[in-house]
């Protein structure tokens, strides 16, 4: 099996004395493990961090079999982050969701799609953590675990929308939930449109539902825990008050 590809690196290990196997994200043949020759070299090695973007020539005997890969940078890759750690550690994060949450050798151009747009996003700082959240948001979606914010759950309305059924992952109104409020999951404005600004509280409550559904349906199911690089992530960006 062989195809050319545009991908993201998620993860990269040593493999014997030069070589390293990479775990990719690709735009059309989803989520891939390559050998890559000579991958622990000097040259090669600042493009097979994680977050890196590159472009895939992969070479496989059958579709079940570790595949060898040549790849080639494209643009600055995490080296464009260098000067903003917290940026790193949410990139790292993203790519160790990306790769528990994502089946190998099944296509998810939506998630590839959806990390692209969070790694630009990095670039931002007052931005990325509410884009993340949508990428987990949409990383659901293309796994078939989809929320929808559409309208309330109970009453039809779509209106006034303010929290999520942590069971069924449906909208719930203000009106309808109250009674039951202490069980829904909050629901931020801003994962409803993009005219929604952001309020204080609002990316811990996006983290907090997504979170509940990426361990509920993707991560539990695999008995594995949310990646801890995920949990560090939010513990720096509470640290930095920007939760």
Same mark, same amino acid.
């Given at each position: 099996?062989?195809?050319?590809?545009?991908?993201?690196?998620?993860?990269?290990?040593?493999?014997?004395?030069?070589?390293?196997?990479?775990?990719?994200?690709?735009?059309?043949?989803?989520?891939?493990?390559?050998?890559?020759?000579?991958?622990?070299?000097?040259?090669?090695?600042?493009?097979?961090?994680?977050?890196?973007?590159?472009?895939?020539?992969?070479?496989?005997?059958?579709?079940?079999?570790?595949?060898?890969?040549?790849?080639? $940078?494209?643009?600055?890759?995490?080296?464009?982050?260098?000067?903003?750690?917290?940026?790193?550690?949410?990139?790292?994060?993203?790519?160790?969701?990306?790769?528990?949450?994502?089946?190998?050798?099944?296509?998810?151009?939506?998630?590839?799609?959806?990390?692209?747009?969070?790694?630009?996003?990095?670039?931002?700082?007052?931005?990325? $953590?509410?884009?993340?959240?949508?990428?987990?948001?949409?990383?659901?979606?293309?796994?078939?675990?989809?929320?929808?914010?559409?309208?309330?759950?109970?009453?039809?309305?779509?209106?006034?929308?303010?929290?999520?059924?942590?069971?069924?992952?449906?909208?719930?109104?203000?009106?309808?939930?109250? %009674?039951?409020?202490?069980?829904?999951?909050?629901?931020?404005?801003?994962?409803?449109?993009?005219?929604?600004?952001?309020?204080?509280?609002?990316?811990?409550?996006?983290?907090?539902?997504?979170?509940?559904?990426?361990?509920?349906?993707?991560?539990? $199911?695999?008995?594995?825990?949310? $990646? %801890?690089?995920?949990?560090?992530?939010?513990?720096?960006?509470?640290?930095?008050?920007?939760?």
């Amino acid at each position: 099996m062989d195809f050319a590809d545009d991908a993201f690196v998620l993860a990269a290990r040593s493999h014997g004395d030069t070589g390293a196997v990479v775990d990719l994200l690709t735009a059309e043949h989803g989520r891939r493990g390559a050998y890559v020759a000579g991958g622990a070299s000097r040259r090669m090695r600042p493009f097979l961090q994680a977050g890196a973007q590159v472009t895939v020539d992969y070479r496989a005997r059958t579709s079940e079999h570790l595949g060898a890969a040549r790849l080639e $940078p494209v643009g600055q890759g995490p080296s464009a982050l260098f000067d903003d750690p917290l940026a790193l550690i949410g990139l790292n994060a993203a790519a160790a969701v990306a790769q528990g949450a994502l089946p190998e050798r099944e296509p998810h151009p939506g998630a590839f799609l959806a990390f692209q747009a969070l790694m630009a996003a990095f670039a931002v700082p007052e931005v990325w $953590p509410a884009v993340f959240v949508k990428f987990e948001a949409g990383l659901l979606d293309d796994l078939g675990f989809g929320l929808d914010l559409s309208r309330c759950a109970s009453t039809g309305t779509t209106d006034d929308l303010v929290w999520v059924s942590p069971r069924t992952g449906r909208a719930v109104s203000a009106e309808a939930g109250a %009674p039951y409020s202490d069980r829904l999951l909050a629901l931020p404005p801003f994962l409803l449109g993009a005219q929604a600004g952001l309020r204080d509280g609002d990316v811990r409550a996006g983290f907090a539902l997504t979170g509940h559904f990426l361990e509920q349906f993707v991560f539990n $199911p695999l008995n594995r825990p949310l $990646p %801890p690089a995920r949990v560090w992530m939010l513990d720096k960006l509470a640290e930095a008050g920007r939760l």
